[in-house]
């Protein structure tokens, strides 16, 4: 049962645009979420994250959205940059989870020169 | 600098052997985990600990088995009875990974031959 869910196993932009990664969630005890980029060969390392008291967090170029009455949330990167190119992956928690993290599949992200 | 050393890198294993995948964190992180990352399915969890001398199963414990005898050290040993160990296996720590997320290794690639 997959209670992180990244739809959209890849994704192009082209350098400059704006990249759109979503995320779902199932489990309504979930109520931080993460942010992780991984290049190959490496450790995932962490973006940005967001509680679910809020519904938008930035970082620079990084913008992560939660909408959680649709269990969704979204992160911009604008403007994409090549070295953006990597697997994205979103990954939850809760309150009594023993501070465990649920990722999702992954998005991997090709930035078009 | 602190961090978190995964080693070897590269492993091969022949089918029917034990294997044991060395995980070490200077970050006086209380609690560590393993994951197994495989094409399409995202990172999924093996076993953690949050304390010295105790562990926990993830999701996808069998054929696998930890030791948590020190705090800096959380070794992975993949046994025979793994239908499918061939995967990149990821070992992170954490001080409190709902406010400060995960920090991961680099990895370790096992493939059995």
């Known amino acids: 049962d997959q209670q992180v869910k990244q739809n959209s196993p890849s994704l192009s932009v082209q350098e400059g645009r704006i990249s759109i990664l979503n995320c779902d969630y199932t489990n309504s005890m979930f109520d931080y979420f993460l942010w992780y980029k991984k290049y190959p060969a490496e450790g995932p390392t962490f973006l940005i994250s967001i509680s679910s008291i809020k519904d938008k967090n930035e970082d620079g170029r990084f913008t992560v959205f939660l909408n959680k009455s649709a269990k969704h949330l979204s992160l911009h990167i604008v403007p994409s940059q090549p070295g953006d190119s990597a697997v994205y992956f979103c990954a939850a928690s809760s309150k009594n989870g023993n501070e465990k993290l649920t990722f999702g599949t992954g998005t991997r992200l090709t930035i078009i020169p | 600098d602190g961090g978190i050393t995964q080693s070897p890198k590269y492993l091969f294993r022949k089918e029917g052997q034990n294997v044991t995948l060395s995980c070490e964190q200077n970050l006086n992180h209380d609690a560590m985990y393993w994951y197994r990352q495989d094409p399409g399915q995202g990172l999924r969890l093996i076993y953690y600990s949050q304390i010295v001398n105790d562990f926990q199963k993830g999701d996808i414990a069998e054929g696998y088995s930890v030791s948590r005898e020190k705090k800096e050290s959380f070794p992975l040993t993949v046994t025979s009875a793994q239908k499918n160990p061939t995967a990149f296996y990821l070992c992170?720590?954490?001080?409190?990974?709902?406010?400060?997320?995960?920090?991961f290794g680099s990895g370790t690639r096992l493939t059995v031959v």
């Open positions: 992170a720590s954490s001080k409190g990974a709902r406010v400060y997320g995960y920090t």
